[in-house]
């Protein structure tokens, strides 16, 4: 969500920054149209990575990320979704989820980055978010940003795991 804070620059040099350092690059996109989705190779198995990250409220009918209007250009590299547009988004997400499949994943790993910030429970938005998704037949949901450790379920019937919030690695001094 941060590589946005310089928008559609920000968003090419945080790429630019992880290619360099050969790591695989899910969530943002080159150019427009382009996947924005890693295929790992796992043992011989194929594993899709997808990223998607929680916009902030519209501001005078633009989108917004943290507070800062996006312009089509930076919209266009970056995978998101907000509350405002939430089922329009997630169909974005199932378009994803069915390209990846077609490029052979068999494993589908869906990050979010969501939720409220030092909230130890996910909430409602989370938990629906998960379930739609869920049902377009991923195997993991595995969220971020709210700075802790949140609940994790897993759904038997759609043989979903699903991790709200893996907390962070280090902390950012608030408690």
């Known amino acids: 969500n941060h590589s946005h804070d310089s928008n559609r620059a920000g968003i090419v040099k945080t790429r630019k920054a992880v290619e360099e350092r050969n790591l695989k690059v899910a969530g943002t996109r080159k150019v427009p149209g382009e996947k924005a989705y890693a295929i790992l190779d796992v043992q011989g198995v194929k594993v899709a990575i ?9 501001k005078n009918g633009k989108r917004t990320l943290n507070n ?13 979704f907000c509350f405002e547009s939430v089922e329009s988004d997630l169909d974005a997400v199932r ?25 130890r429970y996910s909430n409602v938005f989370q938990k629906y978010v998960a379930w739609k998704t869920a049902h377009m037949g991923v195997d993991a949901i595995i969220g971020t940003h709210s700075h802790y450790v949140q609940t994790v379920e897993y759904d038997p019937e759609q043989n979903t795991f699903v991790a709200y919030s893996l907390g962070d690695f280090f902390g950012d001094g608030k408690k």
Do not use: C
């Not at 800062?68 to 998101?80: G, H, Q, V």
């Not at 378009?95 to 909230?119: C, F, K, M, S």
């Open 95 to 119: 378009q994803e989820v069915a390209a990846a499949r077609e490029d052979g994943a068999r494993i589908i790993l869906v990050y979010y980055h969501w939720g409220n910030e030092y909230e």
């Open 68 to 80: 800062r209007p996006m312009t089509p250009e930076a919209k266009a590299l970056l995978n998101s």
């Open 50 to 58: 997808l990223n998607f990250t929680y916009e902030t409220a519209e």
